[in-house]
């Protein structure tokens, strides 16, 4: 019976015997790294995982199996100045890779720590070493360093006195009010119960066209109570009706309305029609040239029905030159070509008597 069971022992041991290939696996046996590998071996579509390898922790998140590249090069660099992004959406985009990529606690910090450059990674460096293995404390000191510091209040003051602007579309500034909000919020440390309707009624009080305003205020006090409409009803509902549909989309000058709403423009045409005409009469009326008042020495240079023609000289005699029968030697005055004109007038060296 022993030699038997040692005759068993020999031929296990022996790395040149046969292989039976329908022997069970031990999924939990060790394995030599110094095993040869035949190439040539089929490949086993459901191979047993051996619960004794450990883990390569170079390759964790990595994805190799799937082919997936190393997803921090995907990922923007953060300096701290001179960047287009705020440290807080840095950090949010970083967050979100680390979800999408199921990213382990312990790798977190020295990726993070991989993405940053120029005084950003200053700024990490002076932690201790403690504090430079644990992500969140990174996270915070990168907030201290390049996070915004603007009160509340003063960002809330911001997003109330915000407008549409001359050249800003409604998409751009429905965008920009809801940064601000959102900025408030996150200095806040939680959003405000009622925000929707706070950023539906700054959108409503600050666009610039007055009928629009009007249609949009008009929408939101038909809602019911227990159904009112939201910013993102008012907002799709001033594209629809400005003609804009989209951030990209030049606004369109033509406006659409429901057949509901035909008396309500007819309304507000007449209503504008009227204005701009009383506009007009008022200043016309204001533009009517008066009477300028007589002048006592342009009085003296005119004759009863009008005023006196220029008179013209001889440049070869010096002597006057008529405007009525253009002789030389006398003026109009004294002219006798009509007949008309007395002989006194003429030479008033003559005498009568």
């Not at 799709?236 to 008396?263: D, L, Y």
């Not at 342009?298 to 010096?318: E, K, L």
Request: aromatic share 6%.
């Amino acid at each position: 019976m022993m030699d038997n069971q040692n005759a068993n022992d020999e031929v296990q041991d022996d790395p040149n015997a046969p292989v039976d290939p329908n022997a069970p696996v031990d999924p939990n046996a060790p394995v030599d790294p110094n095993a040869p590998v035949d190439p040539n071996a089929p490949l086993d579509p459901n191979p047993p995982i051996n619960q004794n390898v450990p883990a390569n922790p170079q390759l964790a998140g990595l994805n190799v199996g799937l082919g997936y590249t190393p997803f921090d090069r995907k990922l923007p660099k953060f300096t701290g100045t001179g960047t287009s992004m705020t440290v807080e959406e840095w950090i949010d985009e970083v967050e979100g890779a680390f979800q999408l990529f199921n990213v382990p606690a312990g790798h977190r910090a020295g990726l993070l720590y991989r993405q940053l450059e120029g005084e950003a990674r200053r700024q990490v460096n002076v932690l201790s070493n403690g504090d430079r293995v644990d992500v969140e404390r990174l996270k915070d000191r990168l907030i201290e360093a390049f996070g915004d510091t603007a009160p509340v209040s003063v960002i809330m003051g911001q997003f109330y006195s915000r407008v549409q602007l001359s050249r800003e579309s409604l998409q751009q500034y429905a965008l920009a009010l809801q940064e601000l909000l959102k900025r408030a919020d996150r200095r806040r440390g939680e959003p405000l119960a009622d925000n929707d309707v706070i950023l539906r009624d700054r959108f409503l009080d600050g666009i610039r066209d007055e009928w629009l305003r009007r249609q949009l205020r008009r929408e939101v006090m038909r809602a019911p109570a227990d159904n009112p409409r939201t910013f993102r009803d008012i907002k799709e509902e001033a594209f629809h009706v400005s003609g804009e549909w989209g951030a990209s989309t030049r606004p369109v000058q033509a406006q659409q309305m429901s057949m509901g709403g035909e008396a309500d423009e007819l309304s507000r045409l007449r209503m504008d029609t009227a204005r701009a005409l009383e506009d007009i009469r008022k200043e016309i009326a204001r533009l009517v040239v008066r009477p300028a008042p007589m002048n006592v020495n342009n009085q003296a240079a005119r004759g009863p029905t009008g005023p006196f023609p220029r008179n013209r000289w001889d440049p070869a005699s010096g002597r006057p030159i008529c405007n009525r029968c253009d002789q030389v030697g006398h003026i109009e005055r004294y002219c006798r070509s009509d007949g008309r004109q007395d002989v006194r007038l003429a030479n008033p060296a003559v005498n009568p008597n």
